[in-house]
């Protein structure tokens, strides 16, 4: 995912971003963010002692009294892996939510809020239409395709209800101990 971020930022001529490989120590003291925000990269950890090196950076760099917000898809039997997924086809490792609730404590910081978020699932039959008519860097919607964005926003709730099966995308909001 990084190589693929890094590869984009080069193609799109973006000068003013750094990335950090997950698992590395963060270039930024302790305690230096009210709020660190994960969305889909824990799972592209595949390893359990990867995830919670990278866990435990978020712990470290945030403030007391700050937050963590993660999106992950998760699965709730076990550890599952899976070949190819997402829009980087890429491997991915879903995880229990029991295991980034007690991750995320052995950092300090405890869970305020947990839920399934309500991603359409028509999110993914719209990127790989646009993928398929337009190749993976396409920049902007298909032309053409952008009623199936308004359909996938109306179906959200339906989605939140259907997400009951064994894997879904949780959200969690985690809040590190001490006065902000």
């Given at each position: 995912?990084?190589?693929?971020?890094?590869?984009?930022?080069?193609?799109?001529?973006?000068?003013?971003?750094?990335?950090?490989?997950?698992?590395?120590e963060?270039?930024?003291?302790?305690?230096?963010?009210?709020?660190?925000?994960?969305?889909?990269?824990?799972?592209?950890?595949?390893?359990?002692?990867?995830?919670?090196?990278?866990?435990?950076?978020?712990?470290?760099?945030?403030?007391?009294?700050?937050?963590?917000?993660?999106?992950e898809?998760?699965?709730?039997?076990?550890?599952?892996?899976?070949?190819?997924?997402?829009?980087?086809?890429?491997?991915?490792?879903y995880?229990?939510?029991?295991?980034?609730?007690?991750?995320?404590?052995?950092?300090?910081?405890?869970?305020?809020?947990?839920?399934?978020?309500?991603?359409?699932?028509?999110?993914?039959?719209?990127?790989?239409?646009?993928?398929?008519?337009?190749?993976?860097?396409?920049?902007?919607?298909?032309?053409?395709?952008?009623?199936?964005?308004?359909?996938?926003?109306?179906?959200d709730?339906?989605?939140?209800?259907?997400?009951?099966f064994?894997?879904?995308?949780?959200?969690?909001?985690?809040?590190?101990?001490?006065?902000?």
């Amino acid at each position: 995912m990084v190589s693929a971020a890094r590869r984009l930022a080069s193609e799109q001529g973006v000068r003013n971003v750094g990335f950090i490989v997950p698992g590395d120590e963060a270039p930024f003291p302790d305690d230096s963010f009210d709020l660190v925000n994960c969305v889909w990269v824990l799972k592209y950890i595949l390893t359990d002692a990867g995830a919670e090196r990278t866990i435990a950076e978020f712990c470290r760099v945030t403030k007391p009294g700050g937050y963590v917000a993660v999106i992950e898809q998760v699965n709730r039997s076990g550890s599952l892996l899976v070949e190819s997924e997402g829009y980087y086809q890429g491997r991915a490792l879903y995880r229990t939510p029991g295991f980034y609730i007690e991750a995320f404590k052995k950092g300090g910081l405890h869970l305020r809020h947990h839920s399934i978020t309500n991603a359409s699932p028509l999110f993914w039959a719209y990127s790989r239409v646009q993928r398929a008519l337009y190749g993976p860097a396409a920049a902007s919607p298909a032309p053409g395709l952008q009623w199936v964005t308004a359909a996938s926003v109306r179906c959200d709730l339906l989605a939140g209800r259907a997400m009951k099966f064994r894997s879904g995308h949780h959200f969690f909001l985690f809040r590190k101990e001490g006065e902000a």
